[in-house]
């Protein structure tokens, strides 16, 4: 199914305060998660949805073709 990103921290937590929270992200790394996660959505998005999404569109195109004649190769 889908995966879900996780906003815990990776790695082992020395003994030794850091600075912040542990949990607490740059907003560089937050901002590279994000988008990681956007990019393959869309790439799932992209694959699944390109080939209905020609045919919606030869549907809607004039002359009014029928869908045998969109799915037939001539």
């Avoid at 929270?21 to 590279?32: D, Q, T």
């Avoid at 956007?38 to 699944?48: D, I, M, Q, R």
Wanted: charged share 25%; proline share 5%; hydrophobic share 40%.
């Amino acid at each position: 199914m889908a995966s879900r990103v996780s906003l815990k921290s990776k790695g082992k937590a020395s003994g030794k305060a850091l600075k912040g929270s542990a949990e607490e992200k740059s907003i560089g790394e937050s901002f590279k998660e994000w988008s990681t996660w956007a990019l393959k959505k869309a790439k799932v998005v992209t694959h699944y949805g390109f080939i209905p999404l020609v045919i919606i569109i030869g549907m809607n195109s004039e002359p009014k073709p029928h869908l045998a004649q969109l799915l037939s190769p001539v």
